[in-house]
């Protein structure tokens, strides 16, 4: 989580620095805040098949599940008012993305499809760095959309890389290959941008 934390940032930062101490700890902040929310609303959409795959994971073992839900939801609340304060833009953004994430968290589908699934939970990535970039009221200009997509392929590419079934899916690894090209691609194309 830290390294993805640091990920974040890092593409949110690496064209210009926060211009004062107090914007970046609250970039920091709400970065970390996201992070923890959706890992905690991720775990808890898919605790029915975590009890079979993950059964030593903590939700799957605690009779405290609402307190965990309690926490997610004291998570978008600061969330959202930590993303209203700054931006009300971005707050609105954010409020978009919980509606879409929810609507996904239903679909049945998602255990079917796993080649797609994987794709669309980890979209929400370049979304937080859009987030994390409206605290100083900047524009998505070519460079930060380019950073969000190598952070989106690093993502993309690490999953299949660190799930199992995704990694013996050949389409999977296919995949995952072309990422890794693109993610090169894109990288360079950044360096250049930045040199």
Known sequence: MLALLMLLLLAAWLPSLPKDALTAVNQVLIAANLLAMFR???????????????????????????????TGVFLTLTATSM??????RSGVGFALLVIVFAIYYKLRWRSSWPRLSYHLLIFKYPCFIALICSCQNQTIGKLHLMLMLVAYF??????????????????????AGIELLAAIITASWVTNALS
Request: proline share 5%; aromatic share 10%.
């Open 40 to 70: 905690l609303w991720d775990d808890l959409s898919d605790l029915t098949s975590d009890r079979i795959t993950n059964p030593d994971r903590v939700l799957c073992q605690t009779s405290h599940h609402a307190s965990f839900r309690w």
């Open 83 to 88: 993303l209203m304060f700054t931006n009300p």
């Open 154 to 175: 690093i993502l993309c590419i690490y999953e299949v890389v660190h799930d199992p079934n995704l990694r013996a899916d050949t389409w999977c690894r296919t995949i």
